[in-house]
Protein backbone atom coordinates (compact mmCIF):
# COMPACT_ATOMS: atom_id res chain seq x y z
CA UNK A 1 0.00 0.00 0.00
CA UNK A 2 0.91 3.41 -1.07
CA UNK A 3 2.32 5.53 2.72
CA UNK A 4 1.42 9.28 3.18
CA UNK A 5 5.30 9.51 3.14
CA UNK A 6 5.10 8.48 -0.82
CA UNK A 7 2.14 10.93 -1.88
CA UNK A 8 4.18 13.51 0.05
CA UNK A 9 7.18 13.33 -1.89
CA UNK A 10 5.64 12.72 -4.94
CA UNK A 11 4.15 15.54 -4.46
CA UNK A 12 7.57 17.25 -3.25
CA UNK A 13 8.96 16.26 -6.61
CA UNK A 14 6.24 17.82 -8.98
CA UNK A 15 5.85 20.65 -7.42
CA UNK A 16 9.76 21.35 -7.63
CA UNK A 17 9.59 19.67 -11.27
CA UNK A 18 12.31 17.31 -10.18
CA UNK A 19 11.20 14.34 -12.75
CA UNK A 20 14.14 12.35 -11.80
CA UNK A 21 12.65 11.96 -7.83
CA UNK A 22 9.59 11.42 -9.06
CA UNK A 23 10.44 8.54 -11.19
CA UNK A 24 12.66 7.36 -8.23
CA UNK A 25 9.49 7.75 -5.95
CA UNK A 26 7.17 6.08 -8.48
CA UNK A 27 9.80 3.40 -8.76
CA UNK A 28 10.02 2.89 -5.25
CA UNK A 29 6.15 2.53 -4.55
CA UNK A 30 5.66 -0.37 -7.27
CA UNK A 31 8.08 -1.77 -5.58
CA UNK A 32 6.08 -1.78 -2.14
CA UNK A 33 2.95 -2.89 -4.11
CA UNK A 34 1.28 -6.33 -3.68
CA UNK A 35 1.36 -8.33 -6.57
CA UNK A 36 -2.04 -8.01 -7.46
CA UNK A 37 -2.22 -3.62 -6.55
CA UNK A 38 -3.89 -1.92 -9.41
CA UNK A 39 -1.50 0.92 -8.26
CA UNK A 40 1.29 -0.95 -9.08
CA UNK A 41 -0.23 -2.02 -12.67
CA UNK A 42 -1.20 1.53 -13.45
CA UNK A 43 2.00 2.95 -11.95
CA UNK A 44 4.41 0.56 -14.15
CA UNK A 45 1.92 1.51 -17.20
CA UNK A 46 2.73 5.18 -16.45
CA UNK A 47 6.39 4.89 -16.32
CA UNK A 48 6.46 2.90 -19.59
CA UNK A 49 5.16 5.10 -21.24
CA UNK A 50 8.12 8.35 -20.12
CA UNK A 51 9.85 9.29 -23.51
CA UNK A 52 13.09 8.25 -23.49
CA UNK A 53 14.21 11.66 -24.51
CA UNK A 54 12.62 12.87 -21.72
CA UNK A 55 14.68 10.69 -19.28
CA UNK A 56 17.77 11.39 -21.33
CA UNK A 57 17.47 15.00 -21.48
CA UNK A 58 17.10 14.97 -17.12
CA UNK A 59 20.86 13.71 -17.27
CA UNK A 60 22.05 17.18 -18.48
CA UNK A 61 23.18 19.54 -16.12
CA UNK A 62 21.07 22.01 -16.18
CA UNK A 63 23.84 24.65 -17.33
CA UNK A 64 24.45 22.92 -19.91
CA UNK A 65 20.97 22.22 -21.40
CA UNK A 66 21.13 23.93 -24.92
CA UNK A 67 24.58 23.01 -25.33
CA UNK A 68 25.14 19.37 -25.52
CA UNK A 69 22.82 16.86 -26.31
CA UNK A 70 22.43 13.36 -24.00
CA UNK A 71 22.53 10.63 -26.55
CA UNK A 72 21.35 6.79 -26.07
CA UNK A 73 24.02 4.49 -27.36
CA UNK A 74 21.96 2.07 -29.42
CA UNK A 75 25.48 -0.38 -30.14
CA UNK A 76 27.60 -2.48 -27.40
CA UNK A 77 31.43 -2.74 -28.46
CA UNK A 78 30.17 -6.38 -29.63
CA UNK A 79 28.03 -5.18 -32.24
CA UNK A 80 30.64 -3.31 -33.88
CA UNK A 81 33.38 -4.71 -36.46
CA UNK A 82 36.54 -2.81 -36.05
CA UNK A 83 39.84 -3.30 -37.43
CA UNK A 84 41.81 -5.79 -35.05
CA UNK A 85 44.53 -2.64 -34.54
CA UNK A 86 41.62 -0.73 -33.19
CA UNK A 87 40.43 -3.54 -31.54
CA UNK A 88 43.13 -4.07 -29.42
CA UNK A 89 44.17 -0.47 -28.48
CA UNK A 90 40.37 0.14 -27.39
CA UNK A 91 40.60 -3.42 -25.02
CA UNK A 92 44.29 -1.71 -23.44
CA UNK A 93 41.86 1.33 -23.00
CA UNK A 94 38.92 -0.07 -21.43
CA UNK A 95 41.64 -2.23 -19.07
CA UNK A 96 43.67 1.13 -17.71
CA UNK A 97 39.78 2.87 -17.39
CA UNK A 98 38.74 -0.39 -15.07
CA UNK A 99 42.05 0.29 -12.84
CA UNK A 100 42.29 4.13 -13.10
CA UNK A 101 42.72 4.11 -9.83
CA UNK A 102 45.79 2.64 -9.09
CA UNK A 103 47.00 4.04 -11.94
CA UNK A 104 46.60 7.49 -11.05
CA UNK A 105 48.04 6.05 -6.89
CA UNK A 106 51.34 5.34 -8.87
CA UNK A 107 51.62 9.51 -10.02
CA UNK A 108 50.70 8.72 -13.45
CA UNK A 109 48.20 9.96 -15.59
CA UNK A 110 45.03 8.30 -17.30
CA UNK A 111 44.85 8.25 -21.27
CA UNK A 112 40.96 9.57 -21.61
CA UNK A 113 40.95 11.24 -25.16
CA UNK A 114 40.09 9.63 -28.29
CA UNK A 115 40.26 10.86 -31.65
CA UNK A 116 38.61 9.35 -34.28
CA UNK A 117 38.70 10.39 -37.83
CA UNK A 118 37.60 8.43 -41.56
CA UNK A 119 34.61 9.08 -43.91
CA UNK A 120 31.42 9.57 -42.71
CA UNK A 121 28.75 6.54 -41.58
CA UNK A 122 31.48 4.22 -40.64
CA UNK A 123 31.11 4.27 -37.25
CA UNK A 124 32.56 7.14 -35.25
CA UNK A 125 29.21 8.14 -33.41
CA UNK A 126 27.97 4.90 -32.99
CA UNK A 127 31.95 3.60 -31.46
CA UNK A 128 31.86 6.79 -28.95
CA UNK A 129 28.86 5.49 -28.07
CA UNK A 130 29.83 2.03 -27.23
CA UNK A 131 32.21 3.10 -25.49
CA UNK A 132 30.22 4.91 -22.77
CA UNK A 133 27.52 1.81 -22.82
CA UNK A 134 31.03 -0.41 -21.81
CA UNK A 135 32.04 1.68 -19.21
CA UNK A 136 28.56 3.09 -17.82
CA UNK A 137 28.56 6.37 -18.51
CA UNK A 138 26.70 8.78 -19.89
CA UNK A 139 26.56 10.18 -22.99
CA UNK A 140 26.62 13.79 -24.48
CA UNK A 141 27.74 15.25 -28.17
CA UNK A 142 28.53 18.67 -27.85
CA UNK A 143 25.95 20.54 -30.40
CA UNK A 144 28.34 22.78 -32.13
CA UNK A 145 25.13 24.70 -33.91
CA UNK A 146 24.39 25.72 -30.57
CA UNK A 147 27.92 26.96 -29.52
CA UNK A 148 29.11 28.86 -32.61
CA UNK A 149 27.60 31.99 -32.94
CA UNK A 150 28.00 35.07 -35.42
CA UNK A 151 29.12 36.66 -32.20
CA UNK A 152 32.63 34.70 -31.74
CA UNK A 153 33.60 36.14 -28.59
CA UNK A 154 30.50 34.38 -27.45
CA UNK A 155 31.67 31.27 -28.35
CA UNK A 156 34.46 30.78 -26.16
CA UNK A 157 32.72 31.48 -23.44
CA UNK A 158 29.96 28.78 -24.66
CA UNK A 159 32.78 26.39 -24.76
CA UNK A 160 34.56 27.05 -21.10
CA UNK A 161 31.17 26.98 -19.64
CA UNK A 162 30.26 23.38 -21.54
CA UNK A 163 34.12 21.82 -20.34
CA UNK A 164 33.54 23.33 -17.31
CA UNK A 165 29.98 21.77 -16.89
CA UNK A 166 31.02 18.55 -17.84
CA UNK A 167 34.09 17.95 -15.66
CA UNK A 168 31.74 17.92 -12.35
CA UNK A 169 30.95 13.71 -13.30
CA UNK A 170 31.87 11.15 -14.78
CA UNK A 171 30.93 11.19 -18.59
CA UNK A 172 31.71 10.72 -22.51
CA UNK A 173 31.78 13.86 -24.13
CA UNK A 174 31.94 13.38 -28.15
CA UNK A 175 33.23 16.71 -30.03
CA UNK A 176 31.37 15.75 -33.31
CA UNK A 177 32.73 17.02 -36.92
CA UNK A 178 36.36 19.19 -35.40
CA UNK A 179 37.40 20.41 -38.15
CA UNK A 180 34.38 22.84 -38.16
CA UNK A 181 35.91 24.99 -35.63
CA UNK A 182 39.74 23.80 -35.39
CA UNK A 183 40.77 23.48 -39.02
CA UNK A 184 40.35 27.53 -38.59
CA UNK A 185 43.25 28.23 -37.12
CA UNK A 186 45.15 29.81 -39.89
CA UNK A 187 41.96 31.90 -40.09
CA UNK A 188 40.42 34.04 -43.19
CA UNK A 189 38.79 37.03 -43.31
CA UNK A 190 38.85 40.13 -41.69
CA UNK A 191 41.90 40.96 -39.19
CA UNK A 192 39.25 40.71 -36.52
CA UNK A 193 37.79 37.35 -37.24
CA UNK A 194 40.91 35.86 -37.29
CA UNK A 195 41.67 37.22 -33.82
CA UNK A 196 38.24 36.05 -32.25
CA UNK A 197 39.02 32.68 -33.97
CA UNK A 198 42.18 31.93 -32.55
CA UNK A 199 41.00 32.97 -29.44
CA UNK A 200 38.13 30.48 -29.68
CA UNK A 201 40.67 27.58 -30.71
CA UNK A 202 42.98 28.99 -27.90
CA UNK A 203 39.90 28.80 -25.17
CA UNK A 204 39.36 24.96 -26.70
CA UNK A 205 42.65 23.93 -26.44
CA UNK A 206 43.10 25.20 -22.58
CA UNK A 207 39.88 23.67 -21.75
CA UNK A 208 40.81 20.30 -23.07
CA UNK A 209 44.29 20.15 -21.30
CA UNK A 210 42.48 20.94 -17.92
CA UNK A 211 39.54 18.38 -18.47
CA UNK A 212 40.17 15.84 -15.47
CA UNK A 213 40.26 12.21 -16.37
CA UNK A 214 37.08 10.86 -15.37
CA UNK A 215 35.57 12.69 -18.56
CA UNK A 216 35.98 10.59 -21.60
CA UNK A 217 36.52 13.07 -24.39
CA UNK A 218 36.04 11.45 -27.86
CA UNK A 219 36.87 13.83 -30.84
CA UNK A 220 35.49 12.70 -34.51
CA UNK A 221 36.22 14.41 -37.92
CA UNK A 222 35.96 13.09 -41.40
CA UNK A 223 39.51 15.29 -42.46
CA UNK A 224 41.80 15.10 -40.05
CA UNK A 225 44.10 16.41 -42.23
CA UNK A 226 42.70 19.78 -41.73
CA UNK A 227 42.82 19.54 -37.97
CA UNK A 228 45.38 22.30 -36.28
CA UNK A 229 48.17 19.86 -35.13
CA UNK A 230 48.16 21.06 -31.13
CA UNK A 231 44.94 19.39 -31.56
CA UNK A 232 45.94 16.31 -32.81
CA UNK A 233 48.66 16.19 -30.22
CA UNK A 234 46.46 16.48 -27.33
CA UNK A 235 44.65 13.24 -28.13
CA UNK A 236 46.38 9.49 -26.37
CA UNK A 237 44.37 7.55 -29.13
CA UNK A 238 44.35 8.31 -32.48
CA UNK A 239 42.17 5.77 -34.40
CA UNK A 240 40.85 5.76 -38.05
CA UNK A 241 37.67 4.13 -39.18
CA UNK A 242 38.42 4.28 -42.84
CA UNK A 243 36.01 2.71 -45.73
CA UNK A 244 35.22 -1.29 -45.16
CA UNK A 245 37.23 -3.54 -46.68
CA UNK A 246 35.58 -6.90 -46.97
CA UNK A 247 37.08 -8.38 -44.00
CA UNK A 248 35.30 -5.47 -41.95
CA UNK A 249 32.07 -6.08 -43.72
CA UNK A 250 31.80 -9.60 -43.62
CA UNK A 251 32.76 -9.31 -39.84
CA UNK A 252 29.94 -6.72 -39.80
CA UNK A 253 27.35 -8.77 -41.20
CA UNK A 254 27.90 -11.53 -38.69
CA UNK A 255 27.39 -9.23 -35.86
CA UNK A 256 24.18 -7.34 -37.70
CA UNK A 257 22.85 -11.18 -37.79
CA UNK A 258 23.08 -11.16 -34.10
CA UNK A 259 21.31 -8.66 -33.19
CA UNK A 260 18.23 -10.33 -35.29
CA UNK A 261 18.29 -13.60 -35.01
CA UNK A 262 14.73 -14.27 -36.17
CA UNK A 263 15.45 -12.78 -39.83
CA UNK A 264 17.94 -15.77 -41.55
CA UNK A 265 19.90 -12.58 -42.61
CA UNK A 266 22.93 -14.81 -43.41
CA UNK A 267 21.87 -18.08 -45.17
CA UNK A 268 18.95 -16.11 -47.31
CA UNK A 269 20.68 -12.42 -47.84
CA UNK A 270 20.55 -11.50 -51.51
CA UNK A 271 24.15 -10.56 -53.02
CA UNK A 272 24.35 -6.63 -52.36
CA UNK A 273 26.90 -4.21 -53.78
CA UNK A 274 28.50 -3.08 -51.17
CA UNK A 275 31.80 -1.57 -53.09
CA UNK A 276 32.25 1.89 -51.78
CA UNK A 277 29.53 2.20 -49.51
CA UNK A 278 30.16 2.57 -46.21
CA UNK A 279 28.90 1.02 -43.15
CA UNK A 280 25.74 3.28 -42.54
CA UNK A 281 24.74 3.19 -46.58
CA UNK A 282 24.72 -1.36 -46.06
CA UNK A 283 23.10 -1.24 -42.86
CA UNK A 284 20.20 0.94 -44.76
CA UNK A 285 20.17 -1.41 -47.36
CA UNK A 286 20.50 -4.18 -45.35
CA UNK A 287 17.77 -3.17 -43.01
CA UNK A 288 15.46 -2.48 -46.38
CA UNK A 289 15.61 -5.98 -47.26
CA UNK A 290 15.15 -7.32 -43.57
CA UNK A 291 11.83 -5.35 -43.57
CA UNK A 292 11.00 -6.80 -46.84
CA UNK A 293 11.15 -10.12 -45.55
CA UNK A 294 9.64 -9.42 -42.71
CA UNK A 295 6.38 -8.40 -44.50
CA UNK A 296 6.19 -11.48 -46.82
CA UNK A 297 7.11 -13.84 -44.54
CA UNK A 298 4.16 -12.06 -42.17
CA UNK A 299 1.82 -12.20 -45.50
CA UNK A 300 2.54 -15.88 -46.32
CA UNK A 301 1.77 -16.76 -42.52
CA UNK A 302 -1.53 -15.04 -42.86
CA UNK A 303 -2.40 -16.97 -45.92
CA UNK A 304 -5.07 -19.58 -45.63
CA UNK A 305 -3.32 -23.43 -46.06
CA UNK A 306 -5.74 -24.67 -48.71
CA UNK A 307 -9.02 -23.07 -50.52
CA UNK A 308 -12.14 -24.86 -49.74
CA UNK A 309 -14.09 -26.18 -52.62
CA UNK A 310 -16.97 -24.31 -54.13
Known amino acids: MAKSQDVLALARA??????????????????????????????????????????????????LKGLVLPHE????????????????ELALFLEEQAHADAIRAAGLTVPHKLLLSGPPGNGKTSLAGAVAKALELPFFVLDFSSVVTSYLGETGGKIAKIFRGIAERPAVLLIDEMETVLSERAGHGSASDVGEIKRVVSTLLL?????????????????????????????????????????????????????????????????????????????????????????????????????LAS
Open 207 to 307: EIDRLPDHVILVGATNHEEMLDRAVVRRFDFLWSLPQPDDEIVQAWLHCFAQRYPDIPILSSMPDMEIGGKSISDIERDLKKWCRRWVVEHATSKAQPAFA
Open 73 to 88: PLLALSDMALPTAIGD
Open 14 to 63: ALENNRDHAINVCKCMIANEPENSSLRERLKTMLSRVPSAMVLQDQVPNE
